[in-house]
């Protein structure tokens, strides 16, 4: 059964698409194969890796702060629950519940991520612009903001980078793991039976195809056209600044990234909920005085 599942989560991992430091997700492919021959952790590492995941931080009044660490994934799944990663799915309840919530005056995302699958990320990335227009919306690499974390981190109102980190790591990809020569060592011959001219393309049991390598070309070159339109979007700026420039793929220390204007401040997470709860306070005595304004002219005429 455990053995099911974990073919089942090989196939998930090396058929998707990746805005994720290469790194992180080679770590995550051995921990794949080292489950799936049959390995597994103790209880001793299970409880070590668990006692290692950050903490997450606590709001001021009026300032809601969301963590967004670790691999970021469409839906919560075992690669996430042992690295303390972010599901797209469950974070955009939570950005939703505190868009929507009038006690809280401002949101920071603070993020610490080498980012992830791009699964859900386009849309999670449309619904912070969107929420700029309902409240200021700050984002904080703390200290790593790269693939898919700092396409999400760039929708924010503001972006901050603390001292010591990293933005950037702009791109895409897919991998292919071909096994075949491993099973023809082992004396093992698969044969796929299947119905589609390219249902079985991609399979690990035989080399990648000409026609199969440009189809995973062509996917990977339409995500990496979302993340740079998005991105674009978000900072405001140019598609092909973003593509000739920003890193093409590396990610960039603080001082480069607000050179290049990737972010617009180096901070620390502490001063971006300072600056988050002194907008708020703004935007409270704006109304106020809107809306003291507003009364007058209605019972004075003025």
């Known amino acids: 059964m455990a053995e099911l599942l974990y073919a089942h989560l090989a196939a998930f991992f090396y058929s998707e698409v990746w805005a994720v430091q290469l790194p992180k997700l080679e770590a995550m492919r051995a921990a794949l194969e080292f489950l799936r021959t049959g390995n597994r952790y103790s209880a001793e590492e299970v ?14 009044p ?39 919530d009038p006690s809280i005056g401002a949101i920071v995302l603070d993020v610490d991520s080498p980012g992830g699958s791009v ?57 292919h793991q071909d096994e075949s020569g491993f099973y023809d060592k082992a004396g093992v011959k698969t044969t796929l039976v299947s119905a589609g001219k390219y249902k079985t393309e991609g399979s690990p049991f035989e080399p990648l195809s000409e026609d199969g390598r440009d189809y995973l070309q062509g996917r990977v070159d339409d995500y990496y056209s979302m993340f740079v339109r998005d ?24 001082q480069q990234a607000k050179a290049e204007g990737m972010v617009d401040d180096i901070a620390t997470l502490d001063e971006v909920i300072q600056r988050a709860g002194r907008l708020v306070r703004d935007n409270a005595r704006l109304k106020g005085e809107l809306e003291l304004r507003q009364y007058q002219a209605k019972r004075f005429g003025s």
């Open 47 to 60: 409880a070590s890796i668990m006692a290692a995941r950050p903490a997450q931080a606590q709001p001021l």
């Open 119 to 175: 699964s859900g990320v386009p849309e999670l990335a449309a619904e912070i612009r969107a929420a700029r227009a309902q409240k200021p919306i700050l984002a904080v690499a703390n200290s790593l903001a790269a693939s898919a974390a700092y396409w999400l981190g760039a929708q924010a109102s503001e972006s901050y980078v603390i001292p010591s980190g990293e933005v950037g790591s702009i791109g895409v990809y897919a991998m």
């Open 231 to 254: 991105v674009a979007e978000g900072r405001g700026v140019e598609a092909d600044l973003v593509r000739s420039g920003w890193g093409e793929g590396r990610v960039l220390g603080a």
């Open 62 to 100: 009026s300032v809601a702060v969301l963590p967004l660490y670790g691999v970021i994934s469409h839906r919560a799944n075992l690669v996430n629950g042992a690295s303390g990663g972010t599901s797209v799915q469950q974070f955009t309840k939570v950005f939703r519940q505190a868009a929507a």
